[in-house]
């Protein structure tokens, strides 16, 4: 596949992802929130406000919107860190790791649908 082409099919399997999500019932997160659980569940911990701040190129404040929102949703918690009380650490949930299974089965139905010409629109009538 060409190079442009592999954009075009990323773009699109995104698209398809989205409206997927938008179309769910349960938490609507933004960019900046699901940024923040993709980068606490798929890299190496242990993950700190500040060290996701650094990650994502945010605020530590910005960060710790994000985390009230997903601890508001059970899918993140934070709590001192025992080497440094002045540190919170960022933990995983039950609810956040069933969070990113669905996000992952939602990711490939969209490129299932991407890869099958007609069924993007069929899914979305």
């Known amino acids: 596949m060409a190079n ?17 999500l938008v179309r769910r019932d349960g938490a609507d997160l933004s960019s900046r929130q699901l ?36 601890g508001e949703l059970d899918l993140a918690r934070r709590k001192p860190d025992p080497s440094d009380r002045r540190s919170v650490l ?7 790791n069933a969070f990113m299974r669905d996000l992952r089965n939602t990711i ?13 629109e069929a899914a979305r009538k």
């Open 4 to 20: 442009g082409n592999n954009h075009e099919h990323l773009v699109r399997v995104l698209q398809e992802t989205i409206i997927a």
């Open 90 to 96: 960022v933990q995983r949930t039950p609810k956040g």
């Open 108 to 120: 490939v139905a969209a490129e299932n649908r991407v890869n099958e010409p007609g069924k993007a």
């Open 35 to 70: 940024g923040v659980m993709l980068t606490s569940y798929l890299t190496d911990g242990p993950h700190t406000v500040r060290g996701l701040a650094l990650k994502l190129n945010v605020s530590k404040p910005a960060i710790t919107r994000a985390l009230d929102r997903l």
